[in-house]
Each structure stands twice: as C-alpha cells, then as structure tokens.
C-alpha cells in the first residue's frame, strides 16, 4: 500500500482550507484521496473543504457527469465530509465553442442544483473560466472565489451573504 507523507497528512489537518481541484475527477483528483489516511484526515479537518468542479465533462472519464455526479464520486471514494463546498461556472459558454468541444465528447457540466443539496455540499456559482479557442478556468477568477469563500466561511459572515446581492449572485 502506498503511505501518505506525514507532513501532507500534517498540512491538511491544521489547514483553513483544503481545494481539491481542478483537475480531471478519476485521473487527478481521486488518486490522491484513495492513499492511505488522507481522506480520513480530510474528514476530520477543519478546514473549510472547496471542491473545484470541471466545467466540462471528459470523453471516456466523466461522460454525461452532472456536478452533483462529481461530488458523489468523491464522496463514494472519501466519505462524507471530505467536501464542503463545490465550486461551479456559472458562465455560459458560447454555443460555438460547445460546438468545437461536442465533436470530440466534452460537453459543460450541468449544474444540478436540487441533487447537490441533497448530497449535503453547498454550492457556489461564480465566473470561473477563461473562455478563448478553449475553456479553461481562470486562475485570477478561480483563486479570487476561493479566497472570498474561505474568508466569508472563516469570519462568520457566511456565503450567501457574499455572494448574494440585491437578490442576485455575484
């Protein structure tokens, strides 16, 4: 069996936040939840726990996954409450650029509200990606959310009075 490092396990338990993404869910995400004792000291940590959802799916790997299909996924694999929060574009992505990404299998991943909050995972929407000749997420646009969230979360001021202005999202 492959060990976790002592201080992985050490950074994760004394973390205020722990952000399992982006990357591809079973080739970059999950590998490093099934090594022995991590997803059990992501269990136990009190860190704020933000899963970062992949805006499209992924021939072969996450074909017709919603976001709430990620998450449980992830949960299946690391138990519950190994995610908080999850993180999902909320942008709209230009109808030619589906039309590239269709020809090869990839297609945006559908943000299922209602099935989210029955796994128990809050969820953020937010403009998370870059969208050129391909759709990436932003790194400005993806590290300014987490940072807002873990600083809403960890001050007390919660999310939803964050993100939620005028009666609209951010």
């Given at each position: 069996?492959?060990?976790?490092?002592?201080?992985?396990?050490?950074?994760?338990?004394?973390?205020?936040?722990?952000?399992?993404?982006?990357?591809?869910?079973?080739?970059?995400?999950?590998?490093?939840?099934?090594?022995?004792?991590?997803?059990?000291?992501?269990?136990?940590?009190?860190?704020?726990?933000?899963?970062?959802?992949?805006?499209?799916?992924?021939?072969?790997?996450?074909?017709?996954?919603?976001?709430?299909?990620?998450?449980?996924?992830?949960?299946?694999?690391?138990?519950?409450?190994?995610?908080?929060?999850?993180?999902?574009?909320?942008?709209?992505i230009s109808p030619e650029l589906q039309a590239?990404?269709?020809?090869?299998?990839?297609?945006?991943?559908?943000?299922?509200?209602?099935?989210?909050?029955?796994?128990?995972?809050?969820?953020?929407?937010?403009?998370?990606?870059?969208?050129?000749?391909?759709?990436?997420?932003?790194?400005?646009?993806?590290?300014?959310?987490?940072?807002?969230?873990?600083?809403?979360?960890?001050?007390?001021?919660?999310?939803?009075?964050y993100y939620v202005e005028d009666n609209r999202m951010r």
């Amino acid at each position: 069996k492959v060990q976790p490092v002592q201080s992985a396990l050490d950074a994760i338990k004394n973390a205020d936040a722990v952000v399992l993404g982006p990357g591809s869910l079973y080739t970059s995400i999950m590998p490093n939840l099934l090594v022995e004792g991590v997803a059990d000291t992501l269990r136990r940590s009190k860190a704020v726990k933000i899963y970062i959802c992949n805006v499209m799916t992924q021939p072969g790997e996450t074909d017709g996954y919603t976001a709430s299909m990620h998450v449980k996924a992830i949960l299946d694999h690391a138990g519950k409450g190994a995610i908080d929060y999850v993180l999902v574009n909320s942008t709209p992505i230009s109808p030619e650029l589906q039309a590239e990404y269709a020809k090869t299998g990839a297609y945006p991943v559908l943000v299922d509200e209602d099935e989210l909050n029955a796994l128990g995972v809050g969820f953020i929407k937010a403009d998370i990606i870059n969208e050129t000749n391909v759709i990436h997420h932003d790194p400005v646009k993806l590290s300014r959310n987490v940072m807002k969230m873990v600083y809403s979360l960890k001050s007390g001021s919660g999310l939803k009075e964050y993100y939620v202005e005028d009666n609209r999202m951010r």
